[in-house]
Nanobody, 118 residues
């Protein structure tokens, strides 16, 4: 059974930084794509960043401010968030597919809350 646990959220002032962590159990995380999504109140869940085969991709809204990375030894993926803005406030989720070629995000963590004060 694959389980994902996010941590690292909290309250930060605009312009500040946070690092989110996504720890996996039940699989070797390094072999799979991983993505971060976020959902703000009243809004749909949106893509933030993904790491796939060593390549990284970002939503335009976070490009240049957020960095996704892996620590394979810890079976963990991180999201470093710098220059945070109030509009970045949301619950952040990490996700990974059952199969890299499956085209769907199948496993999700419980989310971690990020609050940005202006």
């Amino acid at each position: 059974q694959v389980q994902l646990v996010e941590s690292g959220g909290g309250l930060v002032q605009a312009g500040g930084s946070l690092r989110l962590s996504c720890a996996a159990s039940g699989r070797n995380f390094s072999r799979y794509d991983v993505a971060w999504f976020r959902q703000a109140p009243g809004k749909e869940r949106e893509f933030v960043a993904t790491i796939t085969g060593g390549r990284t991709y970002y939503a335009d809204s976070v490009k240049g401010r957020f960095t996704i990375s892996r620590d394979n030894a810890k079976n963990t993926v991180y999201l470093q968030m710098n220059s945070l803005k109030p509009e970045d406030a949301a619950v952040y989720y990490c996700t990974t597919p059952r199969h890299n070629t499956g085209g769907s995000w199948d496993y999700w963590g419980q989310g971690t809350q990020v609050t940005v004060s202006s």
